[in-house]
């Protein structure tokens, strides 16, 4: 495909010379497809995770005590049976808790163990330590705890209804929908919902806090904020942040999930590490992990839409009911990024999106990769579907109709102007080599010709924007570490949840010193070596470690440039890095000497690195600003077929295009893609939490919550990264974050089946399918669709 | 005997302090070795996947190598077995062993912590060369990875060579094989004990001994109360040496005997050879490491209002034979089940095994299991009917069970007598709704609502007939 704009260089940094190709090339710089750092030690055992780790001697393991009420008074914690077992060391509940009793991301507001009432079922009230996880989980029974039963809020509609909220609502307004609606030609009022899902990391959340000299408290924790935990940690012990050193080399899985959630596992380890004074392990066990850890926030979402007879959007007012759950914990931001992508991508010229914070009595919902935009998206997406079924069209028309279009079609409901949007041509060349009119045409044939089973065909596009909604928290801190042998330390402050981030800044390393990869060794992330870090979230890993890393080694480079020119006897700007050597003319010095010879100069190898990202502001009063430096596009075509006598269905094919700008690692975006993709497809058909009238959380184990197993790939998987497509924003190399936008390609999957379903009736109407579209949601839909 | 003995990784073991329901996961994370990771502790993960050599062998000599979930597995069932972790993979020549290298190369790896599951999934079957993406699937439906979206993985599976997980290894010896065949008798320093006998009436003996003892056939189910709940049983009288209740065989007329303790993977071939659609049915039961432990015997003795077996087993008119003090007996698989949990069997019987007769002539079998998901996941519905249609078009033989929809699994026998005799048509299919509705009485949970399960119950009569009569694409499976 032709690209607009211009192309950049690879490598904008005005201090370095154009690099001249050398002849032997250093192996694992930016742009190839070198494997995960692990991925070895991850297939032969070597790959150590928290649990994995030896526990240091006289080691205690929590297990917890949580509520069986939804909500509840608490009048009494009974632990003299518990202490009485063999082997039980002590009980913690929040008077043992030696500073704030706070553990909320956002808000104040959220105590580590409740002091006074329980807010869900499963809500840890307290914590039996003991010598062994066993005798702790048997203690942990015999811990009676008496309280008064308060009425709870169990179900969003009920929050709705109620108006029960944790927050003011949030607004995102451009224009005046009231009177566009009213003027518009036709209009259409309707709404869909979708469920919440949960991470389903294979590693459950865990931490380990080993008790250090004086006040100090070393806490190895499973979180993607290891800064937070150290503050959360340092402000339940009553401690300064100082005194707290958190570190993960590594985490099995995460997806959002140990970014706020973390904080209660290692708190609560930390807090029996204080009061006894030895090691102190929580892991949770399946069931509690799902039981007590807040899941992807479920959405009623509801429009209503003036359009043209075309099917052009005139105006369109929208809420978005979230449930949080029982505290604020990051709805805020999930909110927020769920109303900033509920236009994906497509132009509303009067718009009203109102965002509601619907406390409910279960788990806390939290962040999830898409942190609220899959849920905004879907709202879109589900719309414009009702509208091109209103009208009889094919809604890829009327995607193509409504999507971004210069020159005055271009400002966000936010008043972002979206900038280089790539979807128009990202689509044509989509629809092309999918080969979607064709297949179209034929699937019409299909369903008119067999009426048991039904196919269905549809395209999504995805615009997803790049940047933490909060200004403030795009920066990051790199230290590199080079050693008089040319071994390079990496540290900086994005943890390693299985996404690549280690390989990828590491190759942005190697770039910048022309050296192998296997030269550069990423190493745990601690606090203790970068600090005031933001947690690895937000798709944002490798663009802003990466970033800082760079930063760290250019400065490094720069240094060594310069011996290096005495040591070549040539100008430093005629000195180049590369193969594993510095150098200048026909002379070469080995990288290792260099680091020898730097050293033997008394020039430092030792640099940190900072970035942060540029043109981000964002009004938080108003909801006004450029919250995204820029954005990731993705299509998706999707066809599947369903049964329409049991509802059950099938993925027959997926066509991808998506946009990484110039990929770091090829092999890496790509698992990214495809591994995000199929969780979505999970979360928008197979994975539903399903709650008791009592509040009781059914789906608690993979026994009950089906995340999708090999079987539900579409068997014709075609996936393709856009080519020649450099960010326009100056990022690592030109690079763009991969990580979340991939998972919102599902929404092609949930269309195809409403497609499907569509196919069952005379049409004129969208089908009533909500998400999780389960066998039982796709049958209903079909029933409801029928003449 | 007081002590475990097995090799492990090469290596032969002897183990005498552990708790008779010690699970093997939890005692090999205490050893040190942690490549194994608990994911559910239920089975139904794989994070804990190692590979069992019960001194079995298969046709073309190797040893029958078999995946399983540590988890739930006791250790003192390796007593006499080879087992192989992660950690003792190898391939002879000091290099990983081809399913490590095949998942690093290709990507097959995020975050890692399914990896050596899934590396041993791998491993098994690279111990075999039949090898379909269909049969792929299917051993790898037990391993789940939220990561990578399996793609790499099935690249990974398709690439190995037929290998043995390590090669070098001397089989199992004389001695291990000995102790298969004899009496184990284990008991642990807090005096809870793990038998496992090897003739029917030292185990008649032992229950009436101790009547606290568990019966523990595959432990796919009951291992969930030591596991989740924290039981401790006194006594686990373990089904496994009872080489009486392992036998699968076809019988002279045609059918099927598959003893009460042999795991649902050593009967597929024979399914498959009574009826297609029997052997994809059961194939959807559990993951693969399950359905290598698991037991037809376990599945009817849990009595679960789903239980997926019974109602292949009422549709084909199977028997279940019983062995009590009175001596044996056979229960027709229709009346097996009586209520919620509740089976004919007196506390002192034991299911022997299952008979299944050969089909009737012009009958033909068809299994439907509706889930959330397709492959290893408990049925919200299930459907199993046995028709045959007479020349005439009218339905001359049918049997119809349902799992999931009332308090146990049931023959629908109204259903049966709404359809017998009358033409097999659509529209019949169709007007069965009101005779299967009144069969049925299912309720609401996690799996389904009461209302879909009824939908779907009174579909499932049509979509039989759009299998044995109708026409253009009507399965997915078609597609």
């Known amino acids: 495909m032709t690209r607009r704009g211009p192309v950049f260089a690879p490598d904008d940094n005005a201090a370095a010379p154009a690099r001249a190709r050398p002849t032997a090339r250093h192996k694992g710089g930016v742009s190839e497809t070198a494997p995960h750092d692990s991925a070895l030690r991850h297939v032969d055992g070597g790959a150590k995770y928290i649990d994995d780790m030896s526990e240091p001697a006289g080691c205690l393991h929590l297990a917890l005590v949580t509520s069986e009420w939804a909500h509840a008074r608490i009048t009494g914690i009974d632990t003299a049976k518990a202490l009485a077992l063999d082997g039980v060391a002590t009980v913690i509940a929040a008077g043992d808790i030696p500073g704030e009793n706070d553990m909320a991301p956002v808000m104040p507001g959220e105590p580590l163990l409740p002091p006074e009432v329980a807010e869900y079922v499963g809500h840890p009230v307290a914590a039996v330590a003991a010598a062994d996880f066993e005798t702790a989980r048997q203690a942990a029974k015999l811990v009676e705890v008496h309280g008064e039963p308060l009425q709870p809020v169990l179900d969003l509609d009920d929050a709705i209804a109620r108006e029960h909220y944790l927050l003011a609502p949030i607004v995102f307004q451009r224009g005046d929908p009231g009177p566009a609606l009213s003027e518009a030609p036709r209009r259409l009022q309707g709404g869909t919902r979708v469920g919440c899902q949960d991470h389903f990391y294979l590693e459950t959340q865990v931490a380990l806090a080993v008790p250090q000299e004086d006040d100090e408290m070393v806490v190895y924790s499973g979180t993607q904020h290891p800064t937070e935990v150290q503050h959360i940690v340092a402000h339940l012990l009553a401690v300064p942040h100082a005194a707290v050193q958190v570190e993960v080399r590594r985490m099995g899985g995460a997806f959002g999930g140990k970014e706020s959630q973390a904080s209660l596992v290692a708190g609560l380890a930390a807090v029996a590490a204080a009061k006894t004074g030895r090691p102190v392990k929580l892991r949770l066990d399946r069931d509690s992990d799902m039981l007590v850890t807040g899941k992807r926030h479920a959405f009623k979402l509801d429009w209503d839409v003036g359009f043209d007879d075309d099917g052009r959007i005139l105006a369109v007012d929208m809420q978005l009911a979230g449930q949080c759950g029982w505290s604020v914990d990051l709805s805020p931001g999930v909110l927020s990024r769920a109303l900033s992508h509920a236009d994906n991508a497509y132009y509303y010229p009067h718009v009203r999106l109102t965002g509601l914070f619907c406390k409910t009595n279960t788990q806390s919902n939290t962040a999830f990769r898409g942190f609220g935009g899959p849920q905004g998206m879907l709202a879109a997406e589900a719309m414009l579907d009702a509208i091109a079924r209103s009208l009889g069209k094919d809604p890829l028309e009327v995607r193509r109709l409504n999507l971004y279009a210069a020159p005055d079609r271009l400002l966000t409901p936010y008043h972002q102007t979206v900038e280089h949007f790539r979807i128009p041509e990202m689509i044509d060349q989509l629809v092309a080599s999918s080969d979607y009119a064709r297949r179209r045409a034929e699937i019409d044939r299909f369903n008119a010709g067999n009426d048991v089973i039904k196919r269905g065909l549809a395209l999504a596009p995805v615009k997803f924007g790049i940047s933490f909604n909060k200004p403030e928290m795009n920066q990051a801190g790199a230290l590199v570490n080079v050693y008089t042998d040319g071994s390079v330390a990496l540290n900086h402050g994005g943890t390693e949840m299985g996404q690549g981030v280690f390989v990828k800044v590491a190759q942005v390393v190697a770039e910048v010193f022309g050296i192998d990869l296997t030269a550069v060794r990423a190493t745990a992330t601690t606090t203790a070596k970068v600090p005031n870090t933001s947690p690895t979230a937000a798709s944002s890993g490798s663009d802003l470690n990466g970033m800082a890393a760079k930063q760290a080694a250019e400065t490094i480079r720069e240094r060594m440039r310069a011996v290096a020119a005495e040591q070549l006897e040539a100008d430093a700007r005629a000195v180049t890095f590369a193969g594993n050597q510095a150098v200048a003319g026909n002379k070469t010095i080995g990288f290792g000497e260099l680091a020898q010879a730097c050293h033997q100069a008394r020039v430092s190898l030792s640099s940190t690195g900072y970035y942060r990202t540029p043109k981000i502001h964002f009004d938080r009063e108003t909801n006004r600003g450029r919250p995204f430096y820029y954005y990731a596009h993705g299509v998706a075509v999707s066809e599947v077929a369903i049964d329409t006598l049991t509802g059950e269905w099938k993925p027959l094919r997926t066509d991808i295009l998506h946009d990484v700008g110039s990929s770091l690692n090829p092999g890496v975006d790509r698992g990214q893609i495809e591994g995000g993709f199929i969780q979505g497809l999970g979360w928008l058909t197979m994975e539903e939490c399903v709650w008791d009238a009592e509040g009781r959380l059914l789906t608690h184990a993979p026994s009950t919550y089906k995340i999708p197993t090999a079987r539900d790939v579409p068997r014709d998987l075609r996936i393709e990264l856009l080519q020649n497509a450099p960010n326009e924003e100056a990022t690592a190399f030109r690079s763009k974050a991969v990580g979340e936008p991939p998972l919102m390609l599902a929404n092609s999957v949930w269309l195809a089946l409403r497609d499907a379903v569509h196919a069952c009736g005379p049409g004129g109407r969208a089908a009533a399918l909500d998400a999780p579209a389960t066998p039982e949601k796709i049958l209903r839909a079909v029933e409801a669709m029928r003449p | ?479």
């Not at chain 2, 290298?101 to 491993?123: I, K, R």
């Not at chain 2, 190995?160 to 102790?179: C, I, M, S, Y």
């Open chain 2, 1 to 479: 005997m007081t002590e475990l003995q097995f090799t492990l990784n090469g290596s032969p073991r002897r183990v005498a302090d552990q708790p008779a329901h010690r699970m093997t996961l939890d005692w090999l994370r205490a050893q040190g070795l942690r490549a194994t990771k608990e994911g559910c502790a239920e089975g139904d993960c794989g994070a804990c996947t190692v590979l069992l050599d019960r001194g079995q062998t298969r046709a073309d000599g190797t040893p029958d190598w078999r995946a399983v979930c540590a988890c739930i597995l006791p250790l003192a069932q390796l007593d006499g077995c080879r087992v192989v972790t992660t950690e003792g993979l190898s391939d002879g020549q000091g290099q990983p062993h081809p399913a490590q290298t095949a998942m690093a190369e290709q990507f097959a790896t995020q975050c890692g912590y399914c990896s050596p599951g899934f590396v041993m999934s791998l491993a098994a079957i690279a111990t075999r060369p039949e090898r379909d993406d269909d049969s792929l699937m299917d051993a790898l439906a037990g391993n789940l990875c939220r990561c990578t979206g399996y793609r790499p993985i099935l690249d990974a599976a398709r690439s190995l060579p037929v290998t043995q997980p390590r090669p070098n290894d001397p089989a199992l010896d004389a001695g291990q094989q000995d102790r298969r065949t004899t009496r184990l008798d284990y008991t642990a320093p807090d005096g809870g004990r793990f038998v496992a006998p090897t003739t029917l009436d030292e185990l008649a003996a032992l229950r009436a001994a101790l009547p606290d003892a568990w019966l523990w056939a595959g432990g796919t189910d009951l291992g969930l109360k030591v596991t989740k709940d924290g039981a401790h049983p006194p006594t686990i009288l373990s089904l496994d040496r009872l080489d009486a209740l392992h036998e699968v065989r076809s019988t002279d007329d045609g059918g099927l005997v598959v003893g009460a303790a042999a795991p649902y993977a050593d009967m597929l071939d024979r399914l498959a050879a009574l009826a297609p659609d029997l052997a994809s049915y059961f194939r959807r039961l559990g993951g693969a490491q399950i359905r290598n432990i698991g037991t037809v015997g376990g599945n009817l003795g849990t009595a679960s209002p789903i239980g997926d077996s019974l109602p292949a087993l009422i549709a084909l008119d199977a028997g279940v034979e019983l062995i009590g003090p009175r001596g044996r007996r056979r229960v027709a698989a229709a009346d097996f089940v009586t209520g919620y949990r509740q089976t004919v069997m007196a506390a002192d019987d034991l299911i022997a095994a299952i008979r299944v007769p050969p089909p009737t002539p012009g009958s033909r079998f068809a299994g439907y299991k509706i889930a959330k998901r397709v492959d290893q996941d408990i049925s919200g519905v299930s459907g199993c009917f046995r028709i045959a249609v007479a020349d005439d078009g009218t339905v001359a033989e049918l049997r119809a069970a349902f799992g999931g929809v009332a308090p146990r699994p049931l023959r629908a026998t109204g259903t049966e007598a709404f359809l017998t005799g009358k033409p097999w048509t659509r529209e019949t299919a169709r007007a069965a709704r009101s005779a299967v509705l009144e069969d049925i009485s299912p309720i609401s949970d996690a799996r389904g609502t009461a209302d879909y399960r009824k939908a779907v119950a009174a579909n499932l009569v049509e979509r039989l007939w759009h299998d044995t009569a109708g026409q253009g694409v009507t399965r997915l499976e078609a597609l």
